[in-house]
Protein backbone atom coordinates (compact mmCIF):
# COMPACT_ATOMS: atom_id res chain seq x y z
CA UNK A 1 0.00 0.00 0.00
CA UNK A 2 1.29 3.32 -0.87
CA UNK A 3 -0.15 6.93 0.40
CA UNK A 4 0.80 9.60 -1.30
CA UNK A 5 0.45 13.02 0.57
CA UNK A 6 0.29 16.21 -1.58
CA UNK A 7 1.82 19.71 -0.40
CA UNK A 8 1.58 23.00 -2.43
CA UNK A 9 -0.77 24.52 -4.20
CA UNK A 10 -2.30 28.36 -3.57
CA UNK A 11 -3.27 31.29 -5.04
CA UNK A 12 -0.75 33.04 -7.62
CA UNK A 13 -1.00 35.90 -10.12
CA UNK A 14 -0.25 35.12 -13.70
CA UNK A 15 2.98 35.05 -14.68
CA UNK A 16 4.00 33.40 -11.07
CA UNK A 17 4.95 30.47 -9.74
CA UNK A 18 3.88 27.55 -7.02
CA UNK A 19 5.71 24.29 -6.41
CA UNK A 20 3.72 21.29 -5.67
CA UNK A 21 5.16 17.96 -4.10
CA UNK A 22 3.93 14.62 -3.43
CA UNK A 23 5.31 12.62 -0.61
CA UNK A 24 5.23 8.82 -0.60
CA UNK A 25 4.87 5.86 2.20
CA UNK A 26 6.87 2.79 1.30
CA UNK A 27 10.42 1.38 0.35
CA UNK A 28 9.29 0.92 -3.18
CA UNK A 29 8.42 4.40 -4.61
CA UNK A 30 11.51 4.61 -7.14
CA UNK A 31 10.07 1.32 -8.82
CA UNK A 32 6.37 3.72 -9.30
CA UNK A 33 5.70 5.22 -12.55
CA UNK A 34 4.23 9.13 -11.33
CA UNK A 35 1.30 10.64 -13.16
CA UNK A 36 0.43 14.53 -12.33
CA UNK A 37 -3.03 15.23 -13.31
CA UNK A 38 -5.70 18.12 -13.07
CA UNK A 39 -9.56 18.70 -12.76
CA UNK A 40 -11.03 21.88 -13.36
CA UNK A 41 -14.52 22.59 -12.25
CA UNK A 42 -16.80 20.47 -14.32
CA UNK A 43 -14.32 19.01 -16.65
CA UNK A 44 -12.05 15.68 -16.73
CA UNK A 45 -9.25 14.46 -14.86
CA UNK A 46 -6.19 15.19 -17.20
CA UNK A 47 -2.98 14.17 -17.31
CA UNK A 48 -0.60 16.95 -16.94
CA UNK A 49 3.11 15.55 -17.04
CA UNK A 50 4.66 12.19 -15.99
CA UNK A 51 8.16 10.65 -14.78
CA UNK A 52 9.01 6.92 -15.35
CA UNK A 53 10.32 4.67 -12.39
CA UNK A 54 13.90 4.96 -11.13
CA UNK A 55 15.94 7.29 -13.77
CA UNK A 56 13.12 9.14 -14.53
CA UNK A 57 12.19 9.92 -18.05
CA UNK A 58 10.13 12.79 -18.49
CA UNK A 59 6.92 13.67 -20.58
CA UNK A 60 4.50 17.06 -20.79
CA UNK A 61 1.53 17.53 -22.53
CA UNK A 62 2.19 20.89 -25.27
CA UNK A 63 0.07 23.32 -22.68
CA UNK A 64 2.64 23.52 -20.02
CA UNK A 65 5.77 22.20 -21.99
CA UNK A 66 8.14 24.91 -20.88
CA UNK A 67 6.91 26.21 -18.39
CA UNK A 68 6.11 23.04 -16.09
CA UNK A 69 9.12 20.68 -14.87
CA UNK A 70 8.39 17.17 -13.30
CA UNK A 71 11.17 15.94 -10.95
CA UNK A 72 11.46 12.66 -8.32
CA UNK A 73 13.87 12.57 -5.67
CA UNK A 74 13.58 8.86 -4.57
CA UNK A 75 15.98 8.95 -1.85
CA UNK A 76 12.57 11.22 -0.09
CA UNK A 77 10.27 9.59 -1.57
CA UNK A 78 9.01 12.36 -3.31
CA UNK A 79 8.11 14.42 -6.85
CA UNK A 80 7.86 17.91 -7.56
CA UNK A 81 6.02 19.58 -9.82
CA UNK A 82 7.10 23.01 -10.64
CA UNK A 83 4.83 25.38 -12.08
CA UNK A 84 5.95 28.63 -13.81
CA UNK A 85 4.70 31.25 -15.97
CA UNK A 86 1.02 30.11 -14.73
CA UNK A 87 -2.10 31.13 -16.68
CA UNK A 88 -5.34 31.39 -15.84
CA UNK A 89 -6.24 28.50 -17.66
CA UNK A 90 -3.85 26.29 -15.20
CA UNK A 91 -6.33 26.81 -12.39
CA UNK A 92 -7.67 23.39 -11.16
CA UNK A 93 -6.94 20.75 -8.38
CA UNK A 94 -3.91 18.92 -9.15
CA UNK A 95 -3.88 16.15 -8.16
CA UNK A 96 -0.24 13.16 -8.25
CA UNK A 97 -0.82 9.36 -8.43
CA UNK A 98 1.61 6.47 -8.58
CA UNK A 99 0.75 3.06 -11.20
CA UNK A 100 3.11 0.13 -10.05
CA UNK A 101 4.23 -2.42 -12.59
CA UNK A 102 4.94 0.02 -15.21
CA UNK A 103 7.60 1.71 -16.03
CA UNK A 104 6.45 4.34 -17.72
CA UNK A 105 3.33 7.05 -16.73
CA UNK A 106 -0.05 6.92 -18.61
CA UNK A 107 -2.62 9.27 -19.61
CA UNK A 108 -5.23 6.97 -18.76
CA UNK A 109 -5.55 7.78 -14.71
CA UNK A 110 -7.74 4.35 -14.80
CA UNK A 111 -3.93 2.93 -14.71
CA UNK A 112 -2.73 4.27 -11.46
CA UNK A 113 -3.31 2.96 -8.49
CA UNK A 114 -2.89 5.17 -5.97
CA UNK A 115 -3.91 9.37 -5.89
CA UNK A 116 -3.51 11.92 -3.46
CA UNK A 117 -6.13 14.09 -2.07
CA UNK A 118 -5.10 16.79 -4.69
CA UNK A 119 -4.48 20.49 -4.08
CA UNK A 120 -5.94 23.55 -5.24
CA UNK A 121 -4.25 25.89 -7.84
CA UNK A 122 -5.90 29.07 -8.36
CA UNK A 123 -3.94 31.49 -11.12
CA UNK A 124 -5.97 34.90 -11.09
CA UNK A 125 -5.56 37.53 -14.62
Same mark, same amino acid.
Given at each position: QV???QSG *???VQAGGSLRLSCAASGRTFSSYAIGWFRQAPGKERMFVA *???ENVGNTYYVDSVKGRFTISRDNA???V?????SLK????AVY???ARSGAYYYSYNPSLYD???RGTQVTVSS
Open positions: QLV *GGL *GISKNTHLQTNPEDTFCAYWG
